[in-house]
C-alpha cells in the first residue's frame, strides 16, 4: 500500500504518487515505498538503486560528514553494497566471503557477530577479474550471500548462524560464484561466473527454505537444459527454433561455451517474471565458434516459480567483444500513447540503451550513450545489431582502436533510476582497445580466452562519465567527466541527488537535475562499491559505501600487475597504469550522515 | 665445397663448441652432475641452524640460458594456458612474473616446484598433466620473463601479436620477495 503521508521527511515512494508524470516511473508492485531499510543490493525488485529518503537535498548534503567506519580486513576488490535492516547493518567481504552484522542501535554502531564461511583458497585462481563479491541479500529473517568457490549460505541474521549451505559452481571447471542472489517467491536465483574460463553458464533457482536446487536453467545446449519449451515466444525470428543452443555453435562447442549469469536479475511480483541478461560466449576469440553462440550475450525473461523461459532476445549474437548482457534490467513503465508500457531500461555494456518491451522482449529504441564504432547500429525491425567488420578482430590481424573496449561502455555497476526525475543515472567507461586473437586450448580449469587485449582512454580525453540517460527522449541530460573509468555503482535519493564513488577513492553528490557537484569526500582507497541510503534507528538519512579498489579496472593496484605488459588484467592495466600512484587497496565501510541537531 | 673448406668449416666448428655454445644446445641424454654451477638467485630464506641455502638443482644447467628450452617454453606458456592468468608477464588472475618479486622464491628449481604442485591460492598443480622436461622448460621461460637469462637465449620474437616488446629488451629484474599485503 502507497503511504498517503505527504510529510517530505517521511519515507515514501514519489513515483507511486505521480502516475501521471511524463516520464518513467517504477512499477509500484517491484518497487514499493521506502521504509529506510536496504535489504538486496537493487534496493527493490525493480533495481531502481534509488532513496526515497529526502532529508538530504542539494540545499544541505555541504554539510554531510563521517559518522563512523569499519574496516573489513580485506585488502581486494570490494563491490557489494552494505545492507541494512531493522537497526544491523551487514557487509559481506570478497573473498573470504565474511559476513559482518553491524549493531546501528548504539554508538559507532559496533560488531554483533562475524559469520565465516572459509570457501576454498584455490577459488582464488579461477577468478578472471578480482576476487569480488557484488553483495548479501535479506528475506524472512535470514541474510543469503554466495562465496567464491561456489556455495550459497543462508544465515540467521540475528545470531549469524547457518541455516543451510548449497555447493552449486564447481573451481575445478573453472566456475566461481561473485553475483548477488535474489530471493523472489521463495526461491534464490543464483547463477555462476566464468565466462574466460569455458564455464557452461546457468542459472539455478534454490528453495528458500532448505537450500534444495528447485530448478536449472543452462545458457547452452538442447532446450531442455534451457528450459525452453512452449511457453517461450521469442519476439525476433532470430531468437526462434529448436535447440538452437545446439545448434548455433559448431560441433559440441556449447559446452564450454560460456554464457555464464553473473550479473543482475529483477523480479516483476505481478506476472511473476524474471529478468536477466547471460554473460560472453567463449573463447573471446569468436574465430573459434561461427554462429550465434545462444543463449549467450542476451536478455531472457522467466517465469520465476519453474523457470520456464517466456521470452529472449540477443543484444549480441556471436559477441566479438567480450560485450556480457549482465548488466541491470531496470523495470519501468514509460508514458504511451494515452497510458504506459511496460519496458525494461538497459544499459548495456555493448555501448547501447536498450528499451524493451517486457512482455514480448520486443526492442522499442537502442540508441548508444557514449562513443562507440565497434557496432553501426541495432536493426529495430530484426533486433539485429550491425558489427562494424573494420573493427573484427580475425586471426592474423590486429584489429585496432575499436570502442567501447572489452569491459564495455558500461561494466557490471549499476545505474541508478530515479523515478522523479524519470532519468538513468549512468557510471561509466570511455575506454576504447586493440586486440589480436589465437587458437584457444581448453584444460579445464584454466582460462579460455585467446585474445591479447590492450586498452587505453577513448576520444576526449576522459575514462569515466556518468551519464544522465533520458530514456524516452534517448538523450543525455547532462554528462559529468572523470578522469578514471568509472568500477563504482550509482545511488540516487529522492531528495534530489546522485551518489557515485571513484577508482582514487572520491565519494561524490551530484545534483541529480543539473549533474552540478555538491560534496565529496576523500576515502581511503578506489570506490567500485555500491552505496546506499537508509534511515538509522535515531530517524536521520544515512549513506554508506565501501571503499576497497580492485575488480577487473583495479586490479593493476590490489593485485600489484605491472602495466609494462599492456596485455596484464586482460588488457585494462594499461589503461589505468597511473592508478597505482593515486589509490591504495583496503576495505574500509564509510558511513556519512549530516550533524546531529 | 671441397673437402678441404669442409674440413675447414668442421674445424671452425669444434672452434665454436669448445667456446660453449650452450645456448644451442639439445639435451636428449641425461647429464652428470656438475657442481661447478652457481646456487642462482632466490630472495634471502630462514636456513633453521644455520648455513647457505640448498644446493640448485643440477638439471638447471639444461634448461637456463638454453634457447631450444626457453623457445619450447614460451610455446607451452601459451598452449598450456598460462597466459591467461599471467598475461605476458603482467599478471592478471595471476600474479605478475616480469616484476622483480617472488612468492616462492626465484630460483628455476623452486618455479619449477610451483608449477608441478600448484600453489594455494590457486596456481594448479601440473604435476602428472605435463612431464618434467616441459615444466623445466616452462620454468626458465618463466625466469626470462624477468629478464634473467641471457640476451642471446631469449626469442626476440614474441608468438602473439600485441605490442608487448620483444625478450631482447625485456629489463632483468632483481629478485626479491613478494609483498604478500597485495595478493
Not at chain 1, 584454466?446 to 576526449?460: C, E, I, L, Q, R
Not at chain 1, 568509472?486 to 534530489?496: D, I, K, N, V
Request: hydrophobic letters at 35%.
Amino acid at each position: 500500500m502507497a503511504s498517503c503521508n505527504r510529510n517530505p521527511s517521511d519515507s515514501s515512494n514519489p513515483a507511486a504518487e505521480q502516475p501521471d508524470a511524463p516520464h518513467a516511473i517504477a512499477p509500484a508492485d517491484a518497487s514499493p515505498p521506502d521504509d529506510g531499510n536496504w535489504v538486496m543490493p537493487g534496493k527493490d525488485y525493480a533495481s531502481t538503486r534509488f532513496s526515497g529518503l529526502t532529508d538530504l537535498t542539494p540545499g544541505n548534503v555541504r554539510g554531510l560528514g563521517v559518522a563512523f567506519t569499519f574496516s573489513t580486513a580485506t585488502t581486494h576488490g570490494y563491490e557489494a553494497p552494505p545492507l541494512v535492516v531493522d537497526g544491523t547493518m551487514y557487509l559481506i567481504t570478497p573473498y573470504p566471503n565474511n559476513l559482518y552484522a553491524l549493531d546501528l542501535t548504539k554508538p559507532g554502531a559496533p560488531q554483533k557477530w562475524v559469520f565465516k564461511p572459509e570457501p576454498a583458497a584455490a577459488s582464488q585462481g579461477v577468478a578472471c577479474c578480482g576476487t569480488v563479491n557484488r553483495g548479501a541479500v535479506y528475506s524472512n529473517g535470514r541474510i543469503i550471500f554466495n562465496t567464491l568457490d561456489g556455495q550459497t549460505i543462508a544465515v540467521d541474521a540475528k545470531s549469524g548462524s547457518q541455516i543451510w549451505r548449497t555447493q552449486l559452481a564447481d573451481i575445478q571447471k573453472g566456475e566461481t560464484i561473485t553475483m548477488a542472489p535474489l530471493v523472489a517467491d521463495g526461491k534464490v536465483l543464483v547463477g555462476d561466473s566464468g565466462g574466460e574460463m569455458g564455464v557452461r553458464g546457468w542459472l539455478t533457482a534454490l528453495d528458500e527454505a532448505t537450500g534444495k536446487i528447485a530448478w536449472k536453467a543452462f545458457h547452452s545446449g538442447p532446450d531442455k537444459d534451457a528450459l525452453i519449451g512452449s511457453r517461450f515466444k521469442p519476439f525476433y525470428p532470430m531468437d526462434r527454433g529448436q535447440d538452437l543452443g545446439v545448434k548455433t555453435w559448431p560441433n559440441g562447442m556449447w559446452k564450454l561455451g560460456g554464457g555464464p549469469m553473473w550479473g543482475w536479475i529483477s523480479y516483476e511480483p505481478s506476472t511473476r517474471t524474471i529478468f536477466y541478461g547471460t554473460g560472453n560466449p567463449g573463447p573471446w576469440n569468436a574465430d573459434q565458434r561461427p554462429g550465434d553462440n545462444k543463449w549467450t550475450t542476451g536478455v531472457f525473461a522467466r517465469d520465476v516459480s519453474n523457470g520456464d523461459a517466456l521470452w529472449f532476445y540477443q543484444t549480441t549474437p556471436h559477441d566479438i567483444y567480450d560485450h556480457d548482457d549482465i548488466n541491470e534490467s531496470i523495470l519501468a513503465d514509460i508514458p504511451w500513447g494515452s497510458g504506459r508500457r511496460p519496458v525494461l531500461l538497459r544499459p548495456a555494456r555493448n555501448g547501447f540503451f536498450y528499451v524493451i518491451d517486457r512482455r514480448t522482449g520486443q526492442v522499442l529504441s537502442a540508441t548508444p550513450y557514449g562513443y562507440m564504432n565497434g557496432y553501426k547500429g541495432v536493426d529495430l525491425k530484426t533486433g539485429r545489431i550491425a558489427i562494424n567488420p573494420e573493427k573484427e578482430p580475425k586471426s592474423g590481424r590486429v584489429a585496432r582502436n575499436i570502442c567501447p573496449a572489452a569491459p564495455g561502455m558500461k561494466d557490471w555497476n549499476p545505474s541508478a533510476f530515479s523515478p522523479v526525475t524519470g532519468l538513468v543515472y549512468i557510471p561509466h567507461h570511455n575506454l576504447c582497445m586493440d586486440e589480436s586473437v589465437s587458437q584457444a586450448n581448453y584444460i579445464a580449469g584454466t582460462p579460455f580466452v585467446g585474445a591479447d587485449v590492450k586498452m587505453y582512454g577513448g576520444p576526449g580525453g576522459y575514462r569515466g562519465v556518468v551519464t544522465a540517460w533520458d530514456p524516452i527522449a534517448r538523450r543525455a541530460v547532462w554528462e559529468v567527466h572523470e578522469d578514471l573509468p568509472l568500477w563504482s555503482p550509482a545511488l540516487a535519493t529522492a531528495g534530489g541527488l546522485v551518489f557515485y564513488g571513484t577508482l582514487d577513492g572520491w565519494f561524490k553528490a551530484l545534483d541529480a537535475r543539473t549533474g552540478k557537484l555538491l560534496w565529496q569526500f576523500k576515502t581511503g582507497s578506489g570506490i567500485i562499491g555500491q552505496p546506499i541510503s537508509y534511515r538509522g534507528p535515531d530517524g536521520r538519512q544515512y549513506v554508506a559505501v565501501v571503499a576497497g579498489v580492485g575488480g577487473w579496472a583495479g586490479g593493476i593496484v590490489d593485485g600489484e600487475l605491472d602495466p609494462r605488459d599492456p596485455t596484464a588484467a586482460l588488457g585494462f592495466a594499461n589503461a589505468v597504469k597511473d592508478l597505482p600512484g593515486k589509490t591504495t587497496p583496503g576495505g574500509m565501510l564509510y558511513v556519512f550522515a549530516l550533524p546531529q541537531k | 665445397m671441397s673437402l678441404r673448406s669442409r674440413r675447414n668449416s668442421a674445424a671452425l666448428l669444434s672452434v665454436l663448441l669448445l667456446a660453449g655454445c650452450h645456448r644451442e644446445e639439445r639435451h636428449n641424454e641425461p647429464k652428470p652432475f656438475n657442481a661447478s654451477i652457481k646456487a642462482g638467485e632466490s630472495p634471502p630464506t630462514i636456513i633453521p641452524g644455520g648455513g647457505s641455502p640448498s644446493p640448485l638443482d643440477p638439471r638447471a644447467a639444461d634448461y637456463d640460458n638454453n634457447a631450444p628450452a626457453l623457445a619450447e617454453g614460451q610455446f607451452l606458456y601459451t598452449r598450456m594456458n598460462c597466459v591467461g592468468c599471467h598475461a605476458h608477464g603482467g599478471g592478471g588472475m595471476g600474479p605478475a612474473l616480469m616484476d622483480d618479486k617472488w612468492r616462492y622464491g626465484g630460483r628455476i628449481d623452486q618455479i619449477a616446484a610451483t608449477i608441478a604442485e600448484g600453489r594455494p591460492n590457486g596456481m594448479p598443480a601440473w604435476r602428472g598433466k605435463l612431464t618434467e622436461d616441459q615444466i623445466w622448460k616452462l620454468a626458465a621461460y618463466v625466469r626470462s620473463l624477468s629478464g634473467q637469462p641471457s640476451k642471446d637465449a631469449v626469442s626476440s620474437r614474441a608468438d602473439e601479436m600485441s605490442s608487448t616488446e620483444p625478450q631482447t629488451l625485456t629489463r632483468r629484474e632483481p629478485v626479491k620477495n613478494a609483498d604478500t599485503a597485495g595478493r
